[in-house]
């Protein structure tokens, strides 16, 4: 038998914030991922070029706060399916620019509509200070870490 521990898991709140995102994002998950067959981190990268244009891996990371190594998976399939182009810096071979196709800003626009309905109905079960707090608190937590 184990001693009672006090900690209340339900009431931690890197546990709820983990559990309000994944609750809220479950079904604009199943849009990406049905329609375009993508996965978190590219729907994420997709979003970064659409709204940054032409960015490198490390920009997006910086952006983003995704680890290189998903990123550049991410960069991998969504280059095998043609959603954006890799080109390298002329002075740097290092760098490598992103940049969406025709076809990745097709799938950006089409996913961008699905996101603004998505967030619209989220925050309609709030009220409009409620909605205007949580945003606050989520960016001031964002960048505590």
């Given at each position: 038998m184990t001693e009672k521990d006090d900690f209340d898991l339900q009431n931690f709140l890197p546990y709820l914030l983990n559990q309000a995102a994944e609750e809220s994002s479950l079904a604009f998950q199943q849009v990406y991922k049905d329609r375009y067959g993508?996965?978190?981190?590219?729907?994420?990268?997709?979003f970064?070029?659409?709204i940054y244009g032409r960015m490198t891996a490390k920009e997006i990371g910086t952006r983003s706060k995704m680890h290189k190594?998903?990123?550049?998976?991410a960069v991998a399939r969504l280059g095998e399916r043609r959603f954006l182009t890799?080109?390298?810096?002329?002075k740097d071979r290092r760098l490598e620019y992103l940049e969406l196709t025709h076809l990745g800003r097709t799938a950006y626009?089409?996913?961008l509509t699905v996101a603004q309905t998505y967030d619209n109905r989220l925050s309609a079960s709030l009220s409009p200070d409620e909605n205007k707090v949580l945003r606050q608190v989520l960016r001031k937590l964002a960048k505590m870490g």
């Open positions: 993508m996965l978190r981190t590219e729907w994420r990268v997709l970064h070029l659409g190594t998903k990123i550049s998976r890799r080109q390298q810096d002329i626009h089409d996913l």
